[in-house]
């Protein structure tokens, strides 16, 4: 960057030597020196230009535009320039254990989740607390199966009906297998830390089966209403319900619901809105034929 000092125009005559215009400019001293003799012709000359520039001025920057953090940090702008240079500057400090690499790994996997399934906030700060808990204990299972093992469990422990075990592997893409295997030990290590597994509620599930079926406003609430009361009859039955999945128990629910409303609908049809395959649901069908009757009056 070049500099120049600005001073009048005018004509310098060396005092000594009687040489006229003979004069060289020390920028540094601000200094007006005759060339012949080195006679200090004028002294103290005051720079006009500016002390300094922003690098933004410059042809040659490249950087990003805007605010700077040091303006932020004394208050020379919005409120929501400073929030989100707070939260830059928390998250640029050097990470040094290897719990903090792993809290920083986490969550960039559980923000690109949050975006591809639409999960609540609340659920991957939950599920980032969980995973440091389980990492301190010694849960060790293959990184992406682990983490997304530690998300299915928290959307269970919050009751998330709509993001099932299907659209968890699918959205998020990792080996159903490895996950089935990281979640096994997820629930092992969480007993010993007396973290309870969760209790989901099959009746959660029931909203949701019935919008998927695409069931018409009229009948919609009819079915939810009788499929709640026949699930809680399905519920009170152990060898009926132990050892089903919830949304297996919805969708017979929901099945029995609709043929008590009047609405067709077939086993298949009912399974695929539960994220299930026919046969459990067929399977569940068959084991209440023998204690669930249907009065049907003409």
Aim: proline share 5%; net charge positive; with cysteine.
């Amino acid at each position: 960057m070049t500099r120049r000092l600005i001073f009048e125009v005018e004509e310098y005559s060396c005092s000594v030597c009687g040489s006229v215009n003979e004069v060289v400019v020390d920028y540094e001293r601000g200094q007006v020196i005759c060339k012949n003799c080195g006679t200090v012709l004028r002294d103290g000359i005051a720079d006009l230009g500016p002390e300094w520039r922003k690098p933004e001025s410059s042809r040659a920057y490249s950087g990003p535009m805007g605010s700077s953090l040091g303006d932020i940090e004394y208050g020379n702008v919005k409120v929501i320039d400073k929030i989100k240079a707070i939260s830059l500057k928390k998250f640029s400090r050097p990470i040094s254990t290897p719990l903090e690499r792993v809290e920083a790994d986490i969550r960039e996997f559980l923000e690109s989740a949050r975006e591809k399934l639409g999960i609540p906030r609340n659920i991957i700060e939950d599920s980032v607390m969980l995973y440091k808990k389980l990492y301190e204990a010694g849960y060790r299972a293959p990184r992406l199966e682990s983490y997304a093992a530690t998300l299915y469990f928290s959307l269970k422990r919050h009751g998330v009906a709509a993001i099932t075990l299907k659209k968890v592997i699918e959205g998020l893409g990792v080996d159903r297998s490895s996950f089935v295997s990281a979640y096994m030990e997820l629930m092992n290590i969480a007993s010993k830390l007396g973290i309870k597994p969760p209790r989901v509620d099959p009746k959660i599930y029931i909203p949701k089966i019935v919008s998927a079926l695409g069931i018409g406003d009229e009948k919609s609430a009819e079915v939810q209403r009788i499929a709640v009361d026949i699930l809680r009859y399905i519920i009170s039955i152990p060898r009926v319900r132990n050892g089903r999945k919830p949304q297996v128990l919805a969708a017979a629910a929901v099945y029995y619901a609709c043929y008590i409303a009047g609405v067709e609908v077939t086993q298949k049809e009912v399974a695929k809105a539960a994220d299930s395959t026919e046969g459990p649901v067929r399977e569940l069908l068959k084991d209440l034929s023998d204690v669930l009757f249907v009065e049907v009056s003409v």
